[in-house]
């Protein structure tokens, strides 16, 4: 019997007026590190409730709908095994508030033009959503 090593990710970018939301890692990898918004995908949950499901847990915000932009699965972009990620793309309201929650030790909204390191590979996903938010 086949048994994998590779575990499902999700990842958001959430945008609102030339801004992204990231999160400050509670926990390791990446401690105190910035990061997107995500986690891992449960069994027998679909990819895009995974989704939303991660971005109220770290953030407190609810959306409706998310766009799937990619999927990301280098060997060693998570250093505690092979994970994929699945990346999504959603765009709220001006107004809305992010309220770090779970393993979300802060959110904050960066600008698009100026964002600090950050954790796995989310700078590449970044660059990805931004040619899409550019389109």
Known sequence: MYTSKIFVTVDIILHKCNKILLIKRLK???????A????????NEDLEEA???ELLEETSINVDT?????????????????????????????ETI????DDAKEAYWFSINDLPEL????????DKAIQIINK
Do not use: N
């Open 119 to 126: 954790a796995f590979d989310h700078e590449e996903i970044i």
């Open 28 to 34: 390791d990898p990446f401690k105190d590190c910035w």
């Open 66 to 94: 998310l766009e799937q932009i990619g999927a990301f699965g280098k060997p060693f972009r998570d250093p505690r095994h092979h994970t994929v990620s699945i990346a999504f793309y959603g765009k709220v309201p001006d």
């Open 51 to 53: 989704a939303k499901r």
């Open 36 to 43: 997107l918004p995500g986690g891992f995908v449960d069994e």
């Open 98 to 101: 992010a309220i770090a929650g």
